[in-house]
């Protein structure tokens, strides 16, 4: 089993910005891809960002040029730079990841973005 603890949501005002931080522990052998989802209210969870291990990184349009995934993985940990945050990012957003036996995600941190 992988552990998926997130930090650093919160409220903020359109224009500002916030950085998510997830740590894993457990079994946190041949973790390949960590990275960000998120569940807007009354929407299906869709993808942020992801980044693998050898440091490949992939981006929702909605989010690129505004975002930043980043990973360390000596200390198993991936961070979300968010900028330029606007209402339509209000949602809850997930830690995830996955290695060959499955997939693992946190329990979620809400940011929400208002004035």
């Known amino acids: 089993q992988v552990q998926l603890v997130e930090s650093g949501g919160g409220l903020v005002q359109p224009g500002g910005s916030l950085r998510l931080s997830c740590a894993a522990s457990?079994?946190?052998?041949?973790?390949?891809?960590m990275g960000w989802y998120r569940q807007a209210p009354g929407k299906q969870r869709e993808l942020v960002a992801t980044i693998t291990s050898g440091g490949r990184s992939r981006y929702a349009d909605s989010v690129k040029g505004r975002f930043t995934i980043s990973r360390d993985n000596a200390k198993n940990t991936v961070d979300l730079q968010m900028n330029s945050l606007n209402p339509e990012d209000t949602a809850v957003y997930y830690c995830?990841?996955?290695?060959?036996?499955?997939?693992?995600w946190g329990q979620g941190t809400q940011v929400t973005v208002s004035s």
């Open positions: 457990g079994r946190i052998f041949n973790i390949n891809v």
């Open positions: 995830y990841a996955l290695k060959p036996i499955g997939s693992y």
